[in-house]
């Protein structure tokens, strides 16, 4: 089974500063998402990766970004938190995403005071 | 743009019930649909998916099925149990970009017993 770890389930940061939320997942998937949860919205995908240093921006990228410098690893940056982004961030991996579905970790619900 | 819909944001039955969610897609090029659920304070997992060469595909007390004239996708669950109580998501992958998967906004099934 794929198991996709998010380091944290739960994290209260204030505003401005620099947030790191990790995901790391073990089954050589090339392929690693990241989300937003919020009510009502849905998911919402900030950015993806192809391949490890490859990320592409998704529909919501403005204020985040990522690193990919390994393939197990797919990290979201927020580089100086807002209160708008007070969220559930979930991260996910895919063998392929156009014909294979994704696995999703258990998410890290962030708040920004 | 096109996105994908759900036409109950909260649906409600008996246990024992069958239970239908719709999803409406609006991308034509769309060829690989996904169910997930997600349960409280989880990640959205895979349910079921289905190719848009197929009409039906069965699982464990799962069906999906794809019009693709109307372009709608629907979720019957047979005999629902308490445990199916969740947030159902429709995705859609589309053919020929990023293969990235666009999600609907979710509904919320409640099974009371």
């Known amino acids: 089974d794929v198991k996709v770890t998010q380091s944290s389930r739960y994290l209260v940061k204030r505003t401005g500063e620099k947030v790191f939320l990790e995901c790391v997942q073990d089954?050589?998937?090339?392929?690693m998402f990241w989300y937003r949860q919020d009510p009502g919205l849905g998911l919402r995908l900030i950015y993806f990766?192809?391949?490890?240093?490859?990320?592409e921006k998704g529909d919501i990228p403005e204020g985040y970004s990522v690193s990919r410098e390994k393939k197990e690893r797919f990290s979201l940056i927020l580089e100086s938190a807002s209160t708008n982004q007070t969220s559930m961030y979930l991260c996910?991996?895919?063998?392929?995403?156009?014909?294979?579905?994704?696995?999703f970790g258990n998410g890290t619900r962030l708040t920004v005071t | 743009g096109e996105s994908v819909g759900l036409h109950l944001p909260t649906l409600s039955v008996q246990e024992g019930d069958n239970s239908i969610i719709n999803c409406a897609y609006s991308?034509?090029?769309?060829?690989?649909f996904i169910w997930y659920k997600q349960e409280s304070g989880k990640g959205p997992q895979f349910i079921i998916d289905?190719?848009?060469?197929?009409d039906k595909r069965q699982g464990q007390r799962v069906t999906v099925l794809l019009n693709k004239t109307v372009k709608h996708l629907s979720l019957q669950i047979a005999a629902t149990q308490p445990g199916d109580s969740a947030v159902y998501f429709c995705?859609?992958?589309?053919?020929?970009?990023?293969?990235?998967?666009?999600f609907g906004r979710g509904t919320s099934l409640i099974v009371h017993p």
């Open positions: 996910a991996s895919s063998l392929f995403p156009g014909s294979s579905p994704l696995h």
């Open positions: 089954m050589d998937h090339e392929n």
């Open positions: 990766s192809y391949d490890v240093k490859m990320k």
């Open positions: 991308n034509s090029a769309s060829d690989y």
């Open positions: 289905i190719r848009s060469n197929m």
């Open positions: 995705a859609e992958n589309i053919k020929g970009g990023s293969y990235i998967p666009t």
